[in-house]
């Protein structure tokens, strides 16, 4: 059974910053792109960013330059680095892996989520 561990949510003043991470096992991470998805209450699912195993990247157009995702292959991990916090910003994130640029009959695999809160 895959599991995607996700750590690092919280309540945060607008400004501030927090970092997630996300763990999952080293089958699955060596072949996946990962990324961060979010979703606000009432809203769908959505992007953050994204990371393919040789490092290349792709976030969203509200997130650019304040967030920053990085992958740690030797400790099987994702981060989510994010700064300059909006309240816009509150919502549950999931971490992703999809391994279906590597082997295209593989489904994605999600974590549980962890919950950010951007208010003063």
């Known amino acids: 059974q895959v599991q995607l561990v996700e750590s690092g949510g919280g309540l945060v003043q607008p400004g501030g910053s927090l970092r997630l991470s996300c763990t999952t096992s080293?089958?699955?991470?060596?072949?996946?792109?990962m990324g961060w998805y979010r979703q606000a209450p009432g809203k769908q699912r959505e992007l953050v960013a994204s990371i393919a195993g040789g490092g290349r990247t792709n976030y969203a157009d509200s997130v650019k330059g304040r967030f920053t995702i990085s992958r740690d292959n030797a400790k099987n991990t994702v981060y989510l680095q994010m700064n300059s916090l909006e309240p816009e910003d509150t919502a549950v994130y999931y971490c992703n892996a999809d391994p279906k640029m590597t082997i295209p009959t593989m489904r994605a695999y999600w974590g549980q989520g962890t919950q950010v809160i951007v208010s003063s």
């Open positions: 080293r089958n699955i991470f060596s072949i996946s792109v």
